[in-house]
Nanobody
Framework: EVQLEESGGGLVQAGGSLRLSCKASGFRFHEYAVGWFRQAPGKEREPVSC????????VYADSAKGRFIISSDNVKNTVYLQMNSLKSEDTAVYYC????????????????????????WGQGTQVTVSS
């Protein structure tokens, strides 16, 4: 059974940093790509970043470029999202999700990789940035 568990959220002041973790079980990273998404109160869910360990792809949404860094640890089967220079508008529930490699390899652009519907989702972790 594929499971994803996020951790690392919390309350941080504007300008601060947090590192989110997404622990995967039931699959290995060569089988799936993993993405981070967020949903703020009253807003639609939006992509933040995604990574595929098997082809070395890393994609960032414009909101994350230059501030967030996505990485993976194959030994720990964990994907990280290092978030720096946090702003109040980063406040949201952050989710990680996984997509089958076979579906990922059909995607032709970074926009598709960010916005495709992923196959499995975690429960989310709250990030609150105070101004």
């Amino acid at each position: 059974e594929v499971q994803l568990e996020e951790s690392g959220g919390g309350l941080v002041q504007a300008g601060g940093s947090l590192r989110l973790s997404c622990k995967a079980s039931g699959f290995r990273f060569h089988e799936y790509a993993v993405g981070w998404f967020r949903q703020a109160p009253g807003k639609e869910r939006e992509p933040v970043s995604c990574i595929s360990d098997f082809d070395g792809t890393k994609v960032y949404a414009d909101s994350a470029k230059g501030r967030f860094i996505i990485s993976s640890d194959n030994v720990k089967n964990t994907v990280y999202l290092q978030m720096n220079s946090l702003k109040s508008e980063d406040t949201a529930v952050y989710y990680c999700a996984a997509i089958l490699r076979a579906r990922w390899e059909l995607l032709e652009s970074d926009v598709e990789r960010l916005w495709v519907e992923y196959d499995y989702w975690g429960q989310g972790t709250q990030v609150t940035v105070s101004s």
